[in-house]
Structure formats: C-alpha cells, structure tokens
C-alpha cells in the first residue's frame, strides 16, 4: 500500500499553522495600568468634600448607609463606587472591597449599602470618574458622628 507522503505532510503543517494561529488568537489580553497619585486624590477628594452628603441609621447592630455624591468631576461622570475595609494597622492592606450600584434619581446620584455595627470600623469610600484611569476620590467613614474625612 504506497502513501503520498506529499499529500500527508502538507495536509499536517497547514493543520499544525491553523492550531497555533487558534491558540494564540484566543488567549490574546488587553491590560491597563492607573498610576494613582495619592496627593492629588486627597486633593481632588478635599475640593469635592462639601459636594457630597452622608446619612447612617443604626438599627439592630446594623447600619444603613446613604452616600450622596456628584454626577460629575472634572466633566467626568461617576462610574464606580466602592466600599472598602481595611485591615487595622496594616497600610493599604484591604480586607474586603465591594462595588456598589449607583442611583440616579432625578438628576441626583446616590449610593445604599448595609453592613453590621462590627465591620464598620477602618471603612472608605472609592468614587471614580470617567473612564480608564479617569478621577478617583477617596473618603474614610465616620458612621456615628456621620463625617467623611479625605483618605
């Protein structure tokens, strides 16, 4: 029985170039890297400060929290909000970070969340602007006494 050779190895290369073009087409990634500038994010977050309201109700060791903030910075609208809690004594260590659905209600912007009396210490707000790397404003949170406080 003759086999063409030929024939044999042209079919395999030609499935062999297909395979590796297929795999390395499907594990193609985009990346993206922010520098954040702290100084400037405490700035940004100081001029902004008096723009935005914050309520908390306790109730039955839980708290209800209402974030007000500004549908714009900088001609940037909000994309994301992010509540964050982070370890005591351990900079930028975080515990956990959680996005937050943003409402908008005639043409005010706001935010809700719940969380129980003990996860309520070392907490901060991460509001960002725009897309990409775009404008972030950062505030720590104060439940009793109701104060935010640029982080």
């Known amino acids: 029985m003759a086999i063409n050779f030929k024939f044999h190895f042209r079919y395999t290369m030609k499935s062999m170039v297909f395979s590796l073009l297929a795999f390395f087409y499907s594990f193609s990634v985009y990346g993206d890297t922010c520098f954040s500038d702290e100084k400037a994010i405490k700035k940004l977050s100081k001029m ?6 914050f309520s908390a ?26 509540i964050v809690k ?3 004594n351990i900079d930028d260590k975080t515990e956990f970070l959680f996005p937050l659905e943003i409402q908008k209600e005639g043409g005010k912007v706001h935010v809700w969340y719940m969380l129980s009396e003990s996860m309520s ?6 509001a960002s602007y725009g897309d990409g790397c775009g404008w972030l404003i950062e505030y720590e949170l104060n ?5 935010l406080k640029p982080k």
């Open 48 to 53: 902004y400060l008096d723009k935005i309201s």
């Open 57 to 82: 109700d306790f109730s039955e060791k839980e708290i209800d929290v209402i974030l007000k903030l500004p549908s714009q910075i900088n001609g940037a609208e909000l994309s994301s909000v992010f």
């Open 86 to 88: 982070s370890v005591p």
């Open 121 to 126: 210490d070392h907490n901060f707000i991460q």
């Open 143 to 147: 439940y009793e006494g109701e104060k």
